[in-house]
């Protein structure tokens, strides 16, 4: 890609669909599932600063159950819609 990401995995009608990893110049990278070009299912996505979200995505956003930990060890479980936590989590 012209941003320098790399993309590995499955393919459909020229769409990343089915199982993938993407990865990012800074080192971050998603590792899950695809469908019609966008993060949706089950996955994790790593930031380069070492955060991530290892749950559900949905029109490439972290929606559904998920986990997102911090690099200093803390971290949420629970709810999230369209990138935001929910209010019931721990």
Not at 21 to 36: I, K, L, M, T
Not at 54 to 62: L, P, R, V
């Amino acid at each position: 890609y012209t941003s320098g990401s790399t993309y590995s995995g499955q393919w459909v009608d020229n769409l990343q669909h089915g199982r993938g990893e993407e990865r990012w110049n800074d080192g971050s990278y998603f590792r899950g599932d695809f469908q019609q070009g966008d993060k949706h299912g089950k996955g994790e996505f790593r930031w380069g600063n070492g955060c991530r979200y290892i749950g559900e995505f949905a029109s490439n956003d972290m929606h559904g159950e998920g986990e997102y930990t911090w690099v200093d060890g803390r971290g949420y479980t629970g709810q999230w819609t369209n990138n935001d936590m929910g209010p019931k989590g721990r």
